[in-house]
């Protein structure tokens, strides 16, 4: 999406043959292709190593970290892994994104017009709103010191980046549509009379 507004506001006149079904179909199978490799790996880990003691995850979902937790001996490598992938598969497309809505930044000031800014701007915005709420809470969950790991906190923080992120991601996204304003502004309006 990042790239899709990159090439839509900083090389307008390339949008069609740059962003074209080829490359969408591309990006697509890059991001399973690098995706399933590292899942892979990460059920051998867990497999891998023994538990013991309580079998009881105190987290939402079977996640690395909560399950790391409950693994027996030495787990040095283990998070180890954990923090590569969390960097490689995490950071990473967090940072190319924020690259590339830093160069649409600046192309987005250099435009002459008030009403071209801002029509670059909305298009922009509700993906940002997106990135952010789920990097942001993604990046705590993950990135946490243990000295201020809370069971509660990282379990609002998961919550937050599978289930609410995604639930109000069409809503995000139905912002600019103005039938889905007037139709907020009816419902909004019968709540407030009852």
């Not at 697509?28 to 867990?46: A, F, K, N, R, T």
């Not at 701007?121 to 969950?141: E, P």
Request: aromatic share 14%; with cysteine.
């Amino acid at each position: 999406m990042a790239y899709d507004r990159y090439v839509a506001i900083c090389k307008p006149l390339y949008y069609p043959i740059i962003m074209n079904h080829k490359i969408c179909i591309k990006m697509v199978v890059g991001s399973w292709v690098s995706g399933i490799p590292i899942l892979v790996g990460q059920i051998y880990q867990i497999f891998s190593v023994p538990f013991c003691g309580s079998n009881k995850l105190n987290h939402i979902f079977c996640d690395m970290p909560p399950l790391l937790k409950l693994v027996c001996g030495n787990i040095f490598g283990d998070e180890v892994f954990l923090y590569v992938d969390c960097f490689l598969f995490g950071l990473t497309p967090f940072l190319m994104i924020l690259m590339s809505y830093i160069r649409i930044l600046s192309t987005i000031l250099k435009l002459p017009s008030t009403t071209g800014r801002s029509k670059a701007f909305s298009t922009c915005s509700s993906h940002v709103m997106v990135v952010c709420l789920f990097y942001g809470s993604g990046l705590i969950a993950y990135f946490q010191s243990k000295s201020s790991y809370s069971g509660s906190t990282d379990k609002i923080f998961s919550v937050f980046y599978t289930i609410v992120t995604p639930m109000i991601n069409p809503m995000i996204y139905s912002l600019r549509n103005k039938d889905f304003i007037e139709s907020m502004k009816r419902l909004f309006s019968k709540c407030v009379k009852n």
